[in-house]
């Protein structure tokens, strides 16, 4: 074959042309018999089996019926005509609906015989209808060449308005065949081919487009996953490898002064093993020539604060600004604080930005950061304003990255002429050969060990109608002096309800508990930043028992004397939410328990979450589940996910062939870093294809 024969455009197969070429890459970003050839079906279809109308169901899923034509007529409607044909068996009736080409089918169809009709269907009152089904006669089906299972492609309305319908796309990617005889370059060395017993390429691409039985359909699925995923790795590995030898940092050769006074003199308690090893991981890091961008993984409570503010005096001792930026206001000003407090015996400057800081206190603090007078700077977002300009930013850290998108990170990166050092800390802990693939510019550190003397959070459900009893635990909670968090869901599509829901809580709390013996704080997003601190603020002092809020306080606030976390309606909460939430409390010395409310209605999701969360306070293990129920979509920002560009391999499903792919990356790296080798030929010209395709990548090497 000629080496260039898949960069071909579509345009020049045969039965393509200007017009559908247009229309496969305005809608799937077909350009080349290559984009054509990795179109892979979304699934099969068993073309073997056949409903019956009275079988049918609302299910979005391509069914294939047979039956005869009874009736047509034309449905006169606001935007335009519609011919609807009345389709029976013996069980019942259907519709099958055309908004185009009547005139066609008028003419060609024929009532009364018997007709093999396919596609989706959709109820509308009692009554099925398939829009612009596939139909042949039965005669005509049963004389055709029948593929044991018939490829679905993924399509758009768009397409099959133009005519492009499945069975079109079917037939240009067997035309394809023909023109190569179905033999494709293979991109895998004979070593993994053999290793993994993988099928070559040419037998993968036949069989994940016209698969013979069910078990080579899995050996071909099998193949291009891991040649997707082994390749995603390959780059990303290759990526870092030169990220390290071209980016220059700037090293941080001092473990200086104030390193070690805080050390010695204000690290208020002994840290964690895994605390150490982090803190060594990341000095590595900073001593080097190259650019940190490490990402700090530790449970909820795992102490997080503690190593950020050790990196920070690393920077300052080599006469670097450095800053922190959390997701929210409250969790800035309580990183603010806290920072405050173990720094105060130390000379070092330290200030809060957040989009409330009065514009007066704006502009000196803006002096400070440029004429360097600032050591360390906290903020929510308004810290990436391009006003806010430092003398030498030398670190940056980002405290709960989920909330921050890969954006506003690269934001960071240009606060300084040479790129800060970036450190990345979240409490949403993924696999961490996901984490990799879905961060892979990023190294990572594991914090795996809480605190010593932590009591385990004791976890229960509880439905709406034991309110009473629950309130009686709390009560006696407050007895002994703890204070108490009652959580209620705020999402925005029932933005309005939810604040019902919380005022009515509030309200019938505040009847339940009644001052002068109970004081309650309330917290929520529509409060003014000031209302808030000062609820926030008596609550932390215990002046009130109890703090009713939304989520506002799922992140990040420390208050070691709360030891209850009501979550009401948990059934709406996500996984990791909960897991967060559950986080505020059993940070002090005394048992602390978590109170899931529900009602009685629920799914089957929501009672695996609950099931979860009762059963295991380990947030690797709650981010596992949560991984497969969500996806890593929802989990990490969608952004990052689409990034991979994945057709065939699902991340989460298939992470046991990511840990395989990634391992053969690892090792062909090792062994080969220069894709040099004979035998890896078929490798380096498959990569080098890749990268020349797709110009960002060729930008961050
Ligand atoms: P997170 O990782 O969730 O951000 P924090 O940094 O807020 O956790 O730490 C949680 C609590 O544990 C804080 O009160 C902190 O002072 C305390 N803490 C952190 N490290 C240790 C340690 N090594 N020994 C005892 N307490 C610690
Ligand atoms: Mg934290």
Not at 155 to 172: D, F, P
Not at 269 to 297: C, H, P, W, Y
Not at 481 to 489: A, D, L, S, T
């Amino acid at each position: 074959m000629n080496p260039n024969f898949l960069q071909t455009p579509v345009a020049y197969l045969k039965g393509v042309g200007p017009n559908r070429a247009d229309a496969l890459k305005s809608e799937l970003g077909i350009e080349t018999f290559k984009d054509l050839l990795h179109l892979f079906p979304n699934r099969y279809l068993d073309k073997t089996s056949y409903y019956k109308i009275n079988q049918l169901q609302p299910s979005g899923a391509d069914v294939q019926v047979i039956g005869k034509l009874v009736h047509i007529k034309i449905v006169e409607q606001k935007r335009g005509k519609r011919l609807v044909a009345s389709f029976v068996d013996e069980t019942g009736q259907m519709d099958l609906v055309w908004f185009r080409g009547h005139k066609w089918i008028k003419e060609n169809l024929k009532l009364n015989e018997p007709y093999v009709v396919f596609g989706k269907v959709n109820k509308y009152g009692s009554t099925f209808s398939m829009p612009h089904p596939e139909m042949e006669t039965l005669q005509k089906h049963q004389q055709g060449l029948k593929l044991a299972m018939q490829p679905i492609y993924p399509s758009t309305e768009k397409l099959s308005n133009k005519g492009i319908t499945n069975r079109v796309i079917g037939k240009m990617i067997q035309q394809l065949f023909l023109e190569c005889k179905g033999q494709f370059p293979e991109s895998l060395s004979p070593s993994i081919l053999d290793e993994l017993k993988l099928i070559t390429k040419s037998a993968a691409l036949f069989n994940i487009h016209f698969p013979k039985n069910q078990e080579l359909l899995a050996k071909a699925r099998f193949r291009l996953k891991f040649e997707e995923l082994f390749f995603v790795q390959l780059r990303l590995i290759s990526q870092n490898l030169r990220r390290k030898q071209k980016i220059k940092g700037m090293p941080f050769g001092n473990v200086g002064e104030k390193f070690t006074e805080f050390f010695e003199n204000h690290l208020p308690f002994e840290l964690t093993n895994a605390q150490k090893r982090v803190i060594k991981e990341i000095r590595g890091d900073l001593g080097s020539n190259a650019q940190m961008n490490r990402l700090l993984q530790g449970d909820v409570g795992s102490g997080k604060t503690i190593v950020a503010l050790m990196c920070m005096l690393l920077a300052i001792d080599n006469g670097f600004q450095t800053c922190l930026m959390a997701p929210t206001e409250i969790l800035a000003t309580q990183h603010y604080n806290g920072l405050k407090e173990l720094l105060a015996n130390m000379d070092i400057k330290i200030a809060l930005l957040t989009g409330s800081t009065k514009k007066s206190e704006r502009t000196l603090l803006h002096n400070q950061l440029e004429n360097g007078n600032l050591n360390i700077l906290v903020g929510t977002h308004a810290v990436l304003e391009d006003k806010v300009q430092f003398q030498n930013l030398g670190l940056a850290i980002v405290d709960e990255q989920h909330r921050f998108g890969v954006a506003q990170r690269s934001k960071l990166w240009h606060k300084n002429q040479i790129p800060p050092h970036i450190l990345v800390m979240t409490a949403t802990p993924i696999p961490r050969t996901l984490a990799m693939s879905l961060y892979g510019d990023l190294d990572i550190s594991v914090i795996d060990e809480l605190p010593p003397g932590r009591k385990p959070i004791k976890t229960v459900h509880r439905y709406d109608s034991n309110r009473l009893k629950v309130f009686g635990f709390i009560k006696d909670e407050i007895k002994k002096g703890r204070q108490i968090y009652i959580v209620y869901p705020l999402i925005q599509e029932s933005e309005a309800l939810d604040y019902k829901d919380l005022m009515d809580g509030y309200e019938s709390i505040v009847r339940d508990f009644p001052q002068p013996d109970y004081q309650i704080s309330i917290v929520h997003g529509k409060m003014k930043p000031a209302d808030k601190d000062y609820e926030m603020e008596r609550f932390v002092k215990g002046e009130t028992q109890i703090m009713i809020a939304t989520t506002v306080i799922e992140v990040g606030v420390n208050v070691p004397n709360a030891s209850v976390m009501i979550i009401e309606s948990a059934e709406r909460f996500g996984l990791s939410q909960l897991h967060q939430l559950r986080g505020r409390v059993g940070r002090g010395a005394e048992q602390s328990f978590c109170i899931l409310m529900t009602s009685h209605k629920l799914s089957e999701d929501a009672k695996t979450r609950l099931q979860t969360m009762v059963g295991t306070n380990d947030g690797f293990k709650i981010a596992e589940v949560d991984l497969k129920l969500r996806g890593p979509g929802d989990l990490m920002g969608t952004q990052q996910s689409g990034m991979l560009n994945l057709k065939i391999a699902d991340i989460v499903k298939d992470n046991q062939i990511l840990k395989t792919a990634r391992y053969h990356a690892v090792q062909l790296l090792k062994q080969d870093p220069r894709l040099e080798k004979a035998e890896n030929a078929p490798i380096l010209n498959a990569y080098s294809k890749m990268m020349a395709n797709k110009t960002i990548w060729n930008y961050i090497s």
